[in-house]
């Protein structure tokens, strides 16, 4: 089980929002337009982001209780001057741009021999109260899962065999698994085996094909059978690993809740979300193929 404040981590978390906050700015800086003065903050960018991701990836549930029983007593030396819990929640949009950037350009994984592609709801008003909800007014939609309706968005995701994420977007919940805009744009640097469910079925399978990228699906029964080799069919197998991920996600770095009110601040929840599970020391994993038929062998009488 996870240390839920670790401190180690936390500087961990801060020197890397430090590190990448300083390149970001020295680009901005290099630009040669000039750049307007700006007033000093009481925070830095990379103390606030520092503080949210750490939230996420603490296990807690309430950011307000964190906030003022964590980070103002408990861990009030390691910041010179905080802001009280309503200033600190009223700057939090400033943030979502470094980040969305900070996730993007620092903190995905690379493709293995297998990835994984799927997508997860994230809800962000009950269906009942929906057209009351006026925060999400024009972004979010209504979509469908297996597990039936639901308003909000999608998180599409991309991850390799050993956990840690790939590619990943945020859409209306009205957008297919299947959308070829979308598809291509989540695979547009991806080659190898790509594996998913019965809803990543699409016409792009062929073009992907040509340009290196194979798109491993299970058949649905009008479509006849179609033989995979012993390695396709055992990584097939293993889907269900990029659902362990979403449980992690969900469940302990807190990306999915209702009690949104603003759609800035909804964003921030997902990046913090999806950058605290970066942070993990160990990820959900299967183990390669060559290495499960070596253990398996051992066990074989000739």
């Known amino acids: 089980m996870r240390t839920i404040l670790d401190t180690l981590k936390l500087t961990e978390i801060f020197i890397a929002c430090d590190d990448f906050c300083q390149e970001f700015e020295h680009y901005s800086l290099s630009q040669s337009y000039e750049q307007p003065a700006r007033k000093e903050r009481q ?46 929640v009223a700057q939090m949009p400033i943030v979502n741009l470094l980040l969305f950037a900070f996730l993007s350009a620092c903190r995905l994984a690379t493709t293995t ?28 939609r209504t979509g469908k899962t297996s597990t039936g309706w639901f308003f909000g968005f999608k998180l599409h995701a991309i991850i390799n065999q050993q956990g840690p994420l ?29 594996y ?67 759609p800035f601040n909804f964003f921030v929840n997902v990046w913090s979300a999806l950058l605290a599970y970066t942070f993990f020391d160990e990820f959900p994993a299967i183990s390669p193929f060559r290495q499960r038929v070596e253990q398996t062998s051992q066990f074989v009488v000739i």
Not at 65 to 71: A, K, L, P, T, V
Not at 119 to 131: E, G, I, Y
Request: glycine letters at 4%; one cysteine or more.
């Open 113 to 140: 021999e297998a990835n994984y592609i799927d997508s997860t709801k994230l809800v962000v008003a009950h269906n009942r109260r929906k057209q009351k909800n006026k925060t999400f007014k024009g972004l979010a």
């Open 196 to 262: 998913g469910d019965k809803g990543y079925l699409s016409a792009l399978a062929d073009k992907f094909k040509e340009r290196g990228l194979e798109l491993i699906t299970k058949y649905r029964r009008t479509m006849g059978l179609q033989p995979l080799s012993y390695q396709k069919y055992y990584y097939l197998q293993h889907r269900g690993l990029i659902e362990t991920v979403f449980d992690c996600l969900k469940n302990l770095c807190n990306l999915d809740h209702i009690r949104h009110r603003s």
């Open 166 to 194: 790939v590619v990943f977007r945020i859409t209306p919940a009205n957008v297919a698994d299947n959308n070829q805009n979308l598809l291509s744009q989540l695979t547009q640097r991806l080659k190898g085996f790509l």
């Open 43 to 88: 925070m830095s960018q990379s103390e606030m982001r520092s503080i949210l991701i750490f939230y996420h990836h603490s296990g807690m549930k309430c950011f307000k209780y964190y906030y003022e029983q964590i980070i103002l007593k408990l861990l009030r030396s390691y910041w010179k001057k905080p802001y009280a819990y309503e200033a600190f």
